[in-house]
């Protein structure tokens, strides 16, 4: 418990005890009124003294002026009736202090998951320069240095490896409690932590414009976004607050103008007006949720910028999304190998030692799924057959890998993967089948979508029409727009939104940024996505891993709901308690024990945003 927290604990059982211990003592007049005054100004001074900054900074209706007038008058009430009874004043103000208390509490916890977060700031870099290892600030290190990052040390800023190999803890950007293996010519994202082996990574990025910098902007700049919710209790107290003073005043002054009671009885039931009208459960608890929400939701990997976006999120009921690399890898891979007369593994292995030496996808992802070493001694004659593919020998064997014009005598393949048609020794070998492979999550994400209610998923994507209803029907996905440009992406997102519906559109490209920006809730991919992608989205999933999207609109949703809980259960409680102490059905005890009983209602039920 914080030291601010313990003083107050303190204050509260001080108090509470005092003035127990003097409702046993006989004690009468000046002597009972001193020490009551003394009980309710140790455990009220704070609240008094805002009351007085309040007023002197004109702010004369916030909750701290509502207690201190109620408060007051309740002391001076006791006096001028010549009651003794101090307790309610003392009693008030100890109940409204152990509210507070209980709300700095569960303010403190929600606060700590975004203080976790913001642990990920590395303090140094150490850069190689000239043979040695210097320490400096990270926003010192130039894009193309060397950085050393020893086992232990947080990785200051994006790079690549370029020598070493080792396991990384991301679980602080991702939510991800398994290590991920690194090495050599490995991209790396600041804000990690290498846990095992000696690192050297040359720089992609400044530190300004690196992952970790970007993430503590996002979540530092959350709370200035507010939602309509915390619009709404804004607006709403600067009506309420004026109009509920006023009914006071009414209160006290009107009836016993008309002869229906004694001065001191209606004055008294206006200061329980006061006491119970403080909106303090709203005001409290629609932050905190929010607050709660996002902080949750970073502790899952997934950064909200704004409470505003979050709201919106809940709303959503399309959702639209980029294939290349939000449903599937955006990297090549042999899917299956058809062969003709020779077996898989030679068919694979000839493919690879002809491509090997090309730089394009396809070739490089036909290497890569032969994973043994080329031996480029075997590799003769090779030739770029412009359009077509390569020819070459390969142990004096003459070798055709390439598209089916290359390979007059291939059968036709018409599926939606890329064909990769392999003669060998001048006869038909086989057909490698190359795909951007979907991502294992994608088909879960998608099930998932579905799970919480969302009306449809549409699947937006470059390739062609075969390509694009191979991958929707594999995921499930009901629809799916093909050959787009991405002018043609922000058309049909334009589309979807004359429906009326709240759209969420989820990529990761430079080319997604526009259509980020002009959906309803933009969700970029934060790992490998593009700064630009990034910088338009609303949120970030930092593991790009597309089953995120339907647990953040679960938070948003469970948040939202919580919200509208609170609002419709503060707000009714207090207008009864108002409408029972007018009536003179209810005293300053009931008055404070509603109050602050909504108070904290409301705040537990807050704080349940903060799990998922």
Not at 30 to 54: K, N, Q, S
Not at 489 to 517: Q, R, T
Request: aromatic residues 6%; charged residues 20%; contains cysteine.
């Amino acid at each position: 418990m914080k030291k601010r927290h313990k003083i107050m604990l303190a204050r509260i059982i001080t108090a509470a005890a005092g003035t127990l211990l003097l409702n046993v003592l006989p004690l009468e007049g000046i002597l009972r009124l001193v020490l009551f005054t003394a009980l309710y100004l140790l455990i009220g001074y704070d609240i008094l003294w805002e009351a007085l900054l309040g007023l002197w900074n004109r702010r004369f209706l916030d909750e701290n002026f509502l207690m201190a007038i109620a408060t007051v008058g309740a002391f001076a009430l006791a006096v001028y009736v010549k009651s003794g009874d101090y307790n309610e004043a003392v009693a008030v103000m100890l109940f409204y202090q152990t509210g507070e208390l209980f709300q700095s509490i569960a303010v403190g916890k929600s606060r700590k998951n975004i203080a976790e977060l913001m642990d990920i700031r590395p303090d140094s870099a150490n850069v190689l320069r000239g043979g040695e290892v210097i320490e400096v600030d990270p926003a010192e290190v130039a894009v193309g240095e060397i950085i050393v990052v020893r086992p232990g040390e947080k990785v200051p800023l994006d790079g690549v490896v370029t020598e070493g190999e080792s396991t990384l803890d991301t679980s602080a950007l991702t939510g991800e409690s398994v290590p991920r293996e690194i090495a050599a010519g490995g991209a790396v994202i600041s804000g990690c932590v290498n846990l095992t082996g000696l690192l050297h990574i040359r720089t992609e990025k400044e530190f300004g414009e690196s992952t970790v910098s970007r993430i503590l902007e996002l979540v530092e700049n959350a709370s200035s976004r507010k939602s309509r919710s915390e619009k709404f209790i804004s607006r709403f107290a600067r009506v309420y607050t004026p109009a509920v003073c006023g009914a006071a005043l009414a209160l006290a002054v009107i009836p016993p103008l008309c002869g229906l009671g004694e001065w001191h009885e209606w004055f008294y039931r206006a200061l329980t007006f006061l006491v119970i009208s403080c909106p303090c459960a709203l005001v409290i608890s629609i932050p905190l949720t929010f607050f709660a929400g996002i902080g949750c939701a970073s502790r899952e990997g997934v950064l909200v910028k704004g409470s505003n976006y979050l709201e919106a999120l809940a709303e959503v009921k399309i959702v639209a999304l980029d294939k290349t690399g939000t449903l599937t890898r955006g990297s090549f891979e042999v899917t299956e190998i058809i062969e003709n007369r020779v077996e898989k593994e030679k068919l694979l292995e000839f493919a690879a030692h002809a491509e090997a030496s090309s730089t394009h996808p396809i070739a490089k992802s036909i290497v890569a799924s032969f994973g043994g070493e080329i031996d480029h001694s075997r590799v003769t004659n090779l030739r770029e057959e412009g359009g077509l593919g390569v020819t070459c020998e390969i142990d004096g064997v003459p070798v055709a890998v390439g598209n089916r014009k290359l390979i007059a005598d291939a059968p036709e393949y018409s599926g939606a993967s890329t064909a990769v048609y392999v003669s060998i020794d001048s006869e038909f070998a086989g057909i490698l089948l190359v795909a951007d492979a979907i991502k294992e999550e994608s088909r879960e994400a998608i099930a998932e979508l579905g799970k919480i209610g969302t009306q449809k998923c549409v699947m937006l994507t470059g390739d062609g029409e075969a390509i694009a209803e191979a991958v929707s029907r594999s995921l499930g996905i009901s629809e799916y727009r093909a050959s787009l440009l991405p002018a043609d992406k922000l058309g049909e997102v334009e589309a979807l939104l004359s429906d009326k519906k709240k759209v969420a559109f989820v990529g990761d490209g430079i080319n997604d940024a526009p259509v980020l920006a002009r959906a309803d809730v933009g969700i970029a991919m934060g790992a490998m996505g593009s700064d630009a992608a990034i910088e338009a989205a609303d949120i970030v999933l930092m593991k790009d891993d597309p089953r995120d999207v339907a647990k953040a609109i679960a938070i948003s949703r469970k948040c939202i709901s919580i919200v509208k809980q609170n609002i419709i259960f503060s707000l009714a409680v207090k207008f009864g308690c108002l409408a029972l102490v007018a009536a003179g059905l209810a005293n300053m005890w009931i008055g404070i024990f509603a109050d602050v009983g909504v108070m904290v209602i409301a705040v537990l039920n807050a704080i349940r945003a903060m799990r998922r």
